[in-house]
């Protein structure tokens, strides 16, 4: 069956470094994976999208590889404040606008 | 006004009672989706709708149903309430044309 794993582990990294984040998929060939950031209480919300044919996508000082043959991607903070410190959630799809499956998500502590 | 609406926030019901939860969205989308999360487990799909005539079953749909009012309205319910059904529940969004889900808030159900 699909299996999508996220860092189990919480994360824990001190302001200023860069935070990276794990996400493997096994049984699945998605045609684009993407990243959410969830707060306690409340909905994730949409950060990023990378397609198959894709490498590597920036926004600001977020940064998402895709390797497809190792059917990983990383996702990574750069200069990570405290005001990052969240649960991130990867998923994947394989139609534009259809249904998503999500990873179990990895707790992000940035500590100042 | 929240792009996406759940209703109620917050619920506690006894095991064998049927309960609704209720999902609005004012972003004009045509897709809606009803997730659950539990700690450890992620976000899994327990029902989706591309329209307002098409209602499919996620991967854990068995004890729940679920009723497309209307392109902005998507409610699931739980028939008979059970204790594993204590959940936080997450009702979705997406347009066919666009890749991002626009998540509610959440219910944070209790079943005792």
């Known amino acids: 069956s699909q299996k999508i794993e996220q860092n189990s582990e919480a994360l824990n990294i001190q302001e200023g470094k860069t935070a990276t984040l794990t996400c493997n998929y096994t049984?699945?060939?998605?045609?684009?994976l993407q990243w959410y950031r969830q707060d306690p209480g409340r909905g994730p919300v949409f950060l990023l999208l990378?397609?198959?044919?894709?490498k590597e996508k920036r926004k600001e000082r977020l940064k998402v590889t895709f390797d497809t043959t190792l059917k990983q991607s990383l996702f990574h903070i750069t200069a990570s404040q405290p005001a990052d410190s969240a649960t991130y959630l990867c998923a994947l799809g394989h139609n534009q606008g259809g249904k998503l499956i999500f990873g179990q998500g990895t707790e992000l502590s940035v500590k100042p | 006004d929240a792009d996406v609406t759940q209703t109620p926030r917050n619920r506690i019901t006894k095991t064998g009672k049927r309960i609704m939860l209720e999902c609005s969205q004012t972003?004009?989308?045509?897709?809606m989706y009803w997730y659950r999360q539990d700690p450890g487990l992620g976000l899994r799909l327990i029902y989706y709708s591309f329209d307002v005539k098409d209602i499919n079953k996620g991967e854990i749909s068995d004890g729940y149903s679920v009723s497309r009012q209307a392109q902005a309205k998507f409610s699931l319910s739980l028939e008979s309430a059970i204790p594993n059904q204590t959940a936080l529940y997450f009702c979705?969004?997406?347009?066919?044309?666009?890749?991002?889900?626009?998540f509610g808030s959440g219910t944070r159900l209790t079943v005792v």
């Open positions: 979705a969004t997406s347009d066919q044309h666009s890749y991002g889900y626009t």
């Open positions: 972003k004009g989308h045509d897709r």
């Open positions: 990378i397609r198959e044919n894709e």
């Open positions: 049984n699945y060939s998605p045609a684009y």
